[in-house]
């Protein structure tokens, strides 16, 4: 395993323990849109076997290749409210039009509840510092992910999504990481 995936495995053990509390008890089924290197994913499914895991990609270092759906990124290949609650770790943002996906593809496959790892900002310096990084770490790891200017949200717009939407938010918890957030959000439904 390399440093990254490491740091990775530490960082994604935090983020489980904040989440485990708002996941579904097997049979009830998850979703896990993103994969990584796979260390959340598999932390997700040793709480719910019931896990379905989806990416685009897989790479040398993911520890789950056998348990990774690959498609086209575009359209989630599932029926209409598959899985009871749905999450995504930093994954947002790597999704080409994400508040179109968000829309269309993860509020339609979701029955009650969207788990949601996302890195927010405030201002411009903010965003330019988040993307820089973002891309910098990825390709430090490993992880050829595309970045998408586009695709990331402010934490207002956040707020503003969630509200136009009529859906309802559980917990939002924002922790200052480097000059921006990483934000941990549940959001129900209606
Ligand atoms: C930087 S990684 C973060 C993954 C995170 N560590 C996790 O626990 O899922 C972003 C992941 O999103 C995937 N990705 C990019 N576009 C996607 C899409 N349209 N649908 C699903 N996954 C996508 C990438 O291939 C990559 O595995």
Redesign the pocket.
């Known amino acids: 395993m390399n440093t990254f995936s490491q740091l990775?495995r530490e960082r994604?053990k935090v983020w489980f323990l904040k989440l485990r509390s708002f996941l579904p008890v097997s049979p009830e089924g998850v979703l896990?849109?993103?994969?990584?290197?796979g260390?959340?994913?598999e932390m997700v499914r040793s709480q719910n076997q019931n896990t379905t895991v989806?990416?685009?990609?897989v790479f040398q270092e993911t520890v789950n290749k056998d348990h990774v759906m690959l498609y086209d990124?575009g359209k989630l290949p599932f029926l209409d409210k598959s899985f009871d609650t749905t999450i995504l770790?930093?994954?947002l943002h790597?999704?080409k039009d994400s508040r179109e996906f968000f829309e269309n593809e993860i509020l339609r496959v979701t029955k009650k509840r969207v788990v949601l790892i996302e890195e927010t900002y405030d201002n411009l310096f903010q965003k330019i510092h988040l993307v820089f990084r973002d891309w910098w770490m990825?390709s430090k790891a490993g992880?050829d992910?595309?970045i998408h200017w586009a695709s990331y949200f402010s934490r207002s717009e956040m707020t503003r999504f969630i509200q136009d939407h009529g859906l309802r938010l559980v917990v939002r918890e924002t922790i200052r990481h480097h000059s921006y957030f990483k934000e941990l959000l549940v959001i129900d439904l209606p």
Do not use: M, R
């Open positions: 990775f994604e896990k849109i993103g994969n990584g290197f260390h959340l994913s989806v990416d685009v990609a990124g770790n930093l994954t790597h999704i990825n992880q992910c595309d």
